[in-house]
C-alpha cells in the first residue's frame, strides 16, 4: 500500500519547536518533490513549505520565511519539518503530500499536483 504518514505534532508554547516528519512506504520517495500543507480550522488548506526531489530546493510560504526549515533523507524515506518559534497562528493540522511534476514545472501550492497524501498530524500553538 502506497502511503505518507506524517507524526511529530503535539501541543507546544508560542516561541516554542517541533519538528515534524513524513515517511513514505510502499514506494521510493527520493523521485518525488515533497509539500508541508497546513489547514487550521475554519480556513482553506494553504502551502507552507516544498523541496525538490533532486538538488533540494526549496521554497517557503511568507508566513514561516525564517522560522521553518524543510529537509530531506533519502535513505530513511523521510522528509521533515523543523518548525521554530511556532505562532498561535501556526495551529493547524499539517499534511504531508508527494508529486512526481519536475520541480521547476511544478506549481508548487496547488494541491492537485500532488499524488499521494498523509492523513496530517495536528500543531496546536497555546500557552
Known amino acids: 500500500q502506497l502511503q505518507l504518514v506524517e507524526s511529530g505534532g503535539g501541543l507546544v508554547q508560542p516561541g516554542g519547536s517541533l519538528r515534524l516528519s513524513c515517511t513514505a512506504s510502499?514506494?521510493?520517495?527520493?523521485?518525488?518533490?515533497v509539500a508541508w500543507f497546513r489547514q487550521a480550522p475554519g480556513k482553506e488548506r494553504e502551502g507552507v513549505s516544498v523541496?525538490?526531489?533532486?538538488?533540494?530546493?526549496?521554497r517557503y510560504a511568507d508566513f514561516v520565511k525564517g522560522r521553518f526549515i524543510i529537509s530531506r533523507d533519502n535513505a530513511r524515506n523521510t522528509v521533515y519539518l523543523q518548525m521554530n518559534s511556532l505562532k498561535p497562528e501556526d495551529t493547524a493540522i499539517y499534511y504531508c503530500?508527494?508529486?512526481?511534476?519536475?520541480?521547476?514545472?511544478?506549481?508548487?501550492?496547488?494541491?492537485?499536483?500532488?499524488?499521494?497524501w498523509g492523513q496530517g498530524t495536528q500543531v496546536t500553538v497555546s500557552s
Open positions: 510502499g514506494f521510493t520517495l527520493n523521485s518525488y518533490a
Open positions: 503530500a508527494a508529486g512526481e511534476v519536475p520541480f521547476g514545472l511544478l506549481l508548487h501550492w496547488a494541491q492537485f499536483e500532488y499524488d499521494y
Open positions: 523541496i525538490s526531489s533532486t538538488d533540494s530546493s526549496t
